[in-house]
């Protein structure tokens, strides 16, 4: 279950959450659930369901109410701020978050009619956390995890929300609770504290709370490492990547490829690559930031907000130090083929990620996975992103500090390539030991197992 449902399309750009659902669903086989991003005519209409390559999608459509205050307010104006640590851009509607439990019974509905005894149901990010009490509440009794691919707020954060206790209350309902990184287990288990005062037992993993266990575990979504090396291997001789690298003209390419989020850190990235250029005048007319930067969420204010701000900077930036034969950034708000984009990854000389928060990143780890090993580049990583727990090769900077962005840039841009090529040696190892697969194949795993304990903790 997830808020939006992908089914493969031709040049569809999938976002973090759908490509690491279709990889588990691949092996498994099963139904992926959802809605399917339309507005509903008149009435409610059964799910749709199309069956393609041994997954079946079911989609149900929302009035345009619901999608306005349930997805636009509650979801991506008030969860989304909190949860990335931006009180300040955090808004709060009672009658949002009364459409976020409505379109939740209505997803508990809809789906109750599709399981079978036996299915294991896993719930896949912030958008659905009460699915698991309705669930519940209406007999379902199979496992049912809950996976976030946002990070945690700590509870200092999380009770600026006014029902903060209503939702931790529901995630205690699930059976297996996996979020990305230590940390945000850690701020889990204090949230849980903030809702249930401070009794809660937590016991090697395991959570004994208002009459139940929940498991709650570290689950980094991972990468298919060796097909985006081959599909990178691939598409980096096509006709697309080819001609980028050719309007380069021997400059060093540096890449960005982020969804248009406040959280990505795009303002501060831009003010650091200006700080670098301004500190690095040898570097003129020699380097090209390519930033892909895909529109998202369109109908939220703070959305409109950044999306200004971001073209008013290219243009100031490049106004100030592009040359007659030399333009510094390269803006691009488009989509493209996954295979493509891990052809432009392979092709650059260094990625710039520096997300001000961000659950995990996959930008980050594709990017390692996607380079030649004999000559890879260097990846520059904030060290606020969840990636930063695992990928310890790459040269990691605080996104807010310029000074330290433009030092890791100019480093990563000097650096032999032996260094290269031990650092991504090392970031490889990390990320096939925990690959997309793997993931998934853990959570399920220990979802079972949860699943089997029942419900008891004795009161
Ligand atoms: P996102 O915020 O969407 O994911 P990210 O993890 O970087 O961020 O995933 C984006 C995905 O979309 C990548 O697979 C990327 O290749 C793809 N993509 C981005 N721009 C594209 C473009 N222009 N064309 C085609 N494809 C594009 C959320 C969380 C993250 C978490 C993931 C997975 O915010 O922190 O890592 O879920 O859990």
């Known amino acids: 279950m997830s808020n939006r449902v992908a089914p493969p399309r031709r040049g569809a750009a999938p976002g973090g959450l759908a490509v690491g659902v279709l990889a588990a669903l691949r092996r498994t086989g099963g139904l992926w659930f959802g809605w399917s ?3 509903a005519g008149e009435g409610e209409r059964a799910p749709e369901i199309v069956a393609r390559d041994g997954i079946r999608y079911a989609t149900i459509d929302l009035c345009a109410e619901d999608i306005e205050r349930y997805y636009n307010g509650y979801c991506n104006a008030s969860l989304w701020p909190l949860f990335h640590y931006f009180p300040g851009r955090f808004a709060y509607d009672e009658e949002n978050f009364q459409a976020y439990q ?52 700590h509870a200092q954060v999380l009770r600026v929300l006014p029902n903060h206790e209503t939702l931790m209350r529901d995630l205690c309902c699930y059976d297996l609770v996996g979020l990305q990184t230590r940390d945000d287990v850690q701020s889990f288990v204090s949230a849980v504290r903030l809702a249930f005062g ?28 060796d097909a985006i090396r081959q599909e990178a291997a691939r598409t980096v001789q096509e006709e697309t990547v080819q001609r980028l690298i050719a309007s380069l003209l021997g ?12 959280s990505k850190g795009l303002i501060q990235r831009f003010a650091a690559y200006e700080h670098f250029l301004e500190h690095d005048p040898e570097s003129h007319g020699r380097v090209t930031l390519l930033q892909i930067a895909p529109l998202s ?3 939220v204010l703070a959305y409109t907000e ?8 290219t243009g100031k930036l490049n106004g100030r130090l592009a040359a007659a034969d030399w333009t510094p950034v390269r803006y691009l708000n488009r989509n ?74 100019r480093a990563a841009l000097h ?15 990390v990320l096939r030991r925990n690959d997309i697969h793997r993931w998934s194949e853990r959570f399920c795993h220990d979802l079972q197992a949860a699943g089997a304990y029942g419900p008891p903790a004795a009161a």
């Open 297 to 299: 969420r369109t109908d």
């Open 102 to 153: 409505r379109v939740n019974a209505r997803f508990a509905t809809e789906l109750l009619k599709l399981l079978r005894p036996g299915d294991l149901v896993w719930v896949h990010d912030y958008h659905l956390m009460p699915l698991a009490r309705i669930l519940r509440d209406r007999g379902f009794s199979g496992p049912i995890g809950f996976f976030l691919h946002i990070p945690f707020p």
């Open 37 to 39: 991003g339309n507005a």
């Open 251 to 262: 400059r060093r390419l540096i890449i960005g490829v982020d969804r248009l989020d406040y």
């Open 415 to 429: 650096m032999p390539l032996a260094e290269r090529r031990e650092r991504h040696r090392e970031m490889a190892e």
């Open 198 to 225: 401070g009794a809660v037992r937590c016991d090697d993993g395991r959570l004994d709370v208002g009459g139940r266990r929940v498991s709650v575990g570290t689950y980094p979504i991972g990468v298919d490492v």
């Open 336 to 409: 493209y083929s996954h295979a493509t984009l891990m052809g432009f990854l392979r092709a650059a000389h260094v990625a710039l990620i520096t997300p001000v928060r961000d659950g995990m990143n996959l930008v980050a780890k594709e990017y390692v996975a996607a380079q030649d090993p004999d000559d890879p580049g260097v990846l520059v990583l904030s060290s606020l992103a969840g990636a930063a727990h695992e990928l310890t090769g790459a040269l990691l900077a605080n996104p807010y500090d310029r000074r330290g962005i433009a030092e890791a840039l």
């Open 306 to 313: 950044i999306r200004r701000a971001l073209e008013q900077a």
